[in-house]
């Protein structure tokens, strides 16, 4: 599941060895069987929720160190923001912070000076962080800023608002990764199977309509 290890790696400890494996979530780039859930997907769920609560301006909380994955969930934000005639320019409406709830703390004060009214963060951690930051800037979430994570982790019904985010299907993938991996060992397959898992909008009370004229 490592998003740094490469083909090459891959193929000196496992492949030249006859060991059965397979690639799980993050590895885009390497060869081989994977399961893996549709990042692009997500960021499309993400944005087309926040356009049609009628948010103009959005921001994309990212990763200072970004792989495939928050690519992709990038990609199809932007995607669905610009079909929809939203100005979003990688330059001023991507942030970037570490992968943690820290890092989403850290950044509420430059999401207030954007003057944004939706963020979607790189996942649910980071949106996490972002609430109790806006929160002790006194910004209301979700009237004055709406806020959407990802992954669907058990903590978003416990924060304070509860949190809108983009639900993966951890347990599906799981069981889908034994399979193939039992497949591969049984049966000695070798084929670049690629088994994709839909994501979903779990809508929560940190996302709201737009009300800045």
Known sequence: ASARMTTEMINQALINRDIPYILFDRNYDQE?????????????????????????????????????????????????????????????????????????????????????????????????????????????VPEDISVVGYDDIALDEYVYPQLTTIHQPIFDLGIGATKILLDRIHNQHRDETVEKFPVRLIRRESTGPCHMV
């Open 32 to 140: 081989g069987a994977r399961v893996q859930t549709d990042d692009y997907r997500g960021g499309q769920l993400a944005a087309k929720h926040l356009v049609e609560l009628g948010h103009q301006r959005c921001l994309y909380l990212g990763v200072t160190n970004i792989t495939e994955n928050f690519k992709q969930r990038l990609a199809g934000f932007t995607s669905v923001l610009q079909a929809h005639g939203r100005h979003f320019d990688e330059a001023s409406d991507v942030l970037r912070a570490d992968l943690s709830r820290r890092g989403g703390y850290q950044a509420a004060q430059a999401v207030v000076d954007s003057g944004a009214t939706a963020v979607f963060a790189a996942n649910d951690d980071m949106a996490i962080g972002l609430l109790r930051g806006l929160r002790e800037l006194r910004i209301r």
